[in-house]
């Protein structure tokens, strides 16, 4: 099973600030590496596919890079909209897996 | 543009089973295209794969979970379902179900989710 540990579980962060989360695979997945936004009472949302592609729809300010087991998700200048915990996701092998998670606060 | 809606029993109590229904609309649960997944998500805590369909016969389970779920489909009915047997108060949460692409793996449509508790 592919494990996947972000960090860091919580941030505290002003409008206009950047954000980056990094997710770490236990083993190399390629590029099957995505990203999800999920406000509170809501279902999980798509913002990054495939480590870097982006989703339509989805701000510009959100882009992905990484590949093999280090990820990272950047939110380019945080808006109060973005206020949501995100996840990584790995769809290389089964069973798929999930992070922990990471929570942004807007302060 | 597909939407999924969970529906089912609200409140299981332990040693039970717990059953839900996903109805898919707006797309073809047989088109051969998708799998069909369930996830769950326990109240603060992180997303949890359960297992997918793509036929009748084609199922992957979380081997954490394999031992108590089964996943099946009626396409007559354009659903999909979730059984998982011997619930504890561990298997509370909200329990989605979504669709992911045969070669895009991903989970890419959610139904809005349903919150399951176990409890007697």
């Known amino acids: 099973e592919v494990v996947l540990t972000q960090s860091p579980d919580f941030q505290s962060v002003t409008p206009k600030e950047k954000v980056t989360i990094t997710c770490r695979a236990s083993q190399s997945i390629g590029s099957s590496l995505h990203w999800y936004q999920q406000k509170p009472d809501q279902s999980p949302k798509l913002v990054i596919k495939y480590a870097s592609q982006s989703i339509s729809g989805v701000p510009s300010r959100f882009s992905g890079s990484g590949s093999g087991t280090d990820f990272t998700l950047t939110i380019k200048s945080l808006e109060a909209e973005d206020a949501a915990a995100y996840y990584c996701h790995q769809s290389s092998s089964l069973p798929l897996t999930f992070g922990g998670g990471t929570k942004v606060e807007i302060k | 543009q597909v939407q999924l809606q969970e529906s089912g029993p609200g409140l299981v109590k332990p040693s039970q089973t717990l059953s839900l229904t996903c109805t898919v609309s707006?797309?073809?649960?047989?088109?051969?295209?998708?799998?069909w997944n369930w996830i769950r998500q326990p109240a603060g805590k992180a997303l949890e794969w359960i297992g997918r369909?793509?036929?009748?016969?084609?199922?992957n389970y979380n081997p954490s979970l394999r031992s108590r779920v089964t996943i099946s489909v009626d396409t007559s009915k354009n659903q999909f379902s979730l059984n998982l047997s011997s619930v504890t108060a561990a298997d509370t949460a909200v329990y989605y179900c979504a669709r992911g692409g045969v070669f895009d793996w991903l989970p890419l449509e959610w139904g809005p989710g349903t919150l399951v508790t176990v409890s007697s």
């Open positions: 707006g797309g073809s649960i047989s088109s051969g295209s998708h799998y």
């Open positions: 369909i793509y036929t009748s016969d084609n199922t």
